[in-house]
């Protein structure tokens, strides 16, 4: 009985630490293990995208949560989730999402689209 006690004790306090991770929107890109590519489209996302798209939750605020975009078999917008339609819907918008063709070069389109797989 004292055994189960224990074991039992130990599995909640390992639930509770497993609650109180730390948020990745504050961590640093190291602590992230993001590559240079990555933490230069996660400062990309942070000028463009973070207002209207939480990185880190599936919910959305103005637009759709983004995290596990790529996970997912289609984005909010019915298409399938690849590459090539991530990156047709920044370019040219959808709906609401603005198109950010004019404002983003192709390093940053390609630096964003690595910290999109990120996340």
């Known amino acids: 009985m004292r055994k ?3 074991v039992l004790l130990i599995s909640i306090v390992a639930l509770f630490f497993a609650g109180c991770s730390k948020d990745p929107e504050r961590m640093t890109d ?3 293990g993001l590559t240079a590519q990555q933490s230069g489209g996660r400062r990309v996302f942070h000028i463009y995208c973070i207002g209207c798209h939480p990185a880190y939750s599936s919910h959305g605020n103005k637009g759709p949560g983004l995290k596990g975009i790529f996970k997912r078999p289609y984005l909010p917008s019915g298409m399938t989730s690849t590459d090539e339609h991530v990156v047709d819907t920044i370019l040219h918008g959808r709906n609401m999402m603005p198109q950010f063709g004019n ?3 192709q390093r940053d389109l390609q630096d964003l689209l690595a910290y999109l ?3």
Request: proline letters at 0%; aromatic letters at 0%.
């Open 4 to 6: 189960a006690s224990i």
């Open 30 to 32: 190291a602590e992230l």
């Open 103 to 105: 404002q983003l070069d």
């Open 117 to 119: 797989h990120t996340l």
